[in-house]
């Protein structure tokens, strides 16, 4: 009887290991592609990206139509950088650096608020037909959102379609208040199709192609291209239509940002799953 009671206990302890291995394998295999999924905060987090990267295009392209342009910004009230940005220079014999200066607090036409500097370089060549700016942040806050980073514009009087456009190349690093951050790297086209040459800020509008790297504090990587072009009305908060992909290996999510109407909605649908939207004005 004792053999027989020692033998059923090491068949009980054995069925027990098996059972708990069992359980952690199916565990791992949970994990693991859940892993290597896109979710829906990696989307909101690039909505977000992309507003401070496409805001702070159009911060710089107004500095410098207003340094190099003044006669088409004579009238203060027309121009879209308001009267709390500071714009001062130095001048050498070949170049020109500028300085974006919107103090501690500072809001913008459309209501969003920046603090900091944007610093500006570029050949005084004011008859080329185009022309290099780097820039770079310097304490730049946007909506309470700290903002780093560098790179160059490629600024051309007249491309194909016979529209100003510019060509944003570099990198930018975005940290919430609550320390996560994101990155993206890479290239940007924005063309000026309506509003050019009027004087006025409000009837301004762009369409913006490329394609970046977008990553992410915890690591998450995801490549990032507009599948169809961007649409930028200067007199908006937001953007008003195009759509981006997210790819991450065999994963990808689809951000569609409307019909044109300026609102705070978007859309994201992923892996094919069910339409989701997300309040722009609502994240974090």
Do not use: H
């Not at 195009?242 to 019909?259: H, I, M, P, R």
Request: include cysteine.
């Amino acid at each position: 009887m004792k053999r027989q009671k020692l033998n059923w206990s090491i068949l009980m302890f054995a069925l027990f290991g098996l059972l708990l291995t069992s359980c952690q394998d199916e565990d791992a295999t949970i994990v693991t592609p859940t892993s290597q999924e896109i979710d829906l905060k990696s989307t909101e987090t690039e909505t977000e990206l992309d507003n401070v990267s496409d805001e702070s295009s159009a911060l710089i392209e107004e500095a410098y139509l207003t340094e190099e342009f003044p006669e088409t910004k004579s009238i203060s009230e027309n121009r879209y950088l308001p009267d709390c940005v500071v714009i001062t220079k130095v001048i050498t014999q070949n170049s020109k650096e500028v300085t974006i200066d919107f103090g501690d607090g500072c809001e913008l036409r459309n209501g969003n608020m920046v603090s900091g500097k944007i610093l500006l370089e570029y050949n005084r060549d004011r008859e080329a037909a185009s022309k290099m700016i780097s820039f770079e942040f310097d304490e730049f806050v946007f909506n309470e959102k700290n903002v780093e980073g560098n790179g160059s514009i490629l600024r051309e009087r007249s491309n194909a379609n016979g529209n100003p456009q510019s060509t944003r190349t570099g990198t930018i690093t975005v940290t919430w208040p609550d320390g996560s951050s994101a990155n993206k790297n890479g290239t940007k086209i924005r063309e000026w199709i309506e509003g050019y040459g009027t004087g006025a800020w409000g009837d301004n509008v762009f369409l913006i192609t490329g394609n970046w790297m977008f990553m992410k504090k915890n690591g998450t990587i995801l490549s990032a291209k507009i599948i169809d072009p961007l649409r930028r009305e200067l007199a908006c908060k937001f953007l008003v239509s195009g759509t981006v992909e997210l790819a991450k290996n065999e994963n990808n999510a689809v951000l569609d940002y409307g019909d044109g109407e300026c609102d705070s909605s978007a859309i994201v649908n992923i892996n094919g799953g069910p339409d989701r939207e997300i309040d722009l004005s609502a994240i974090r």
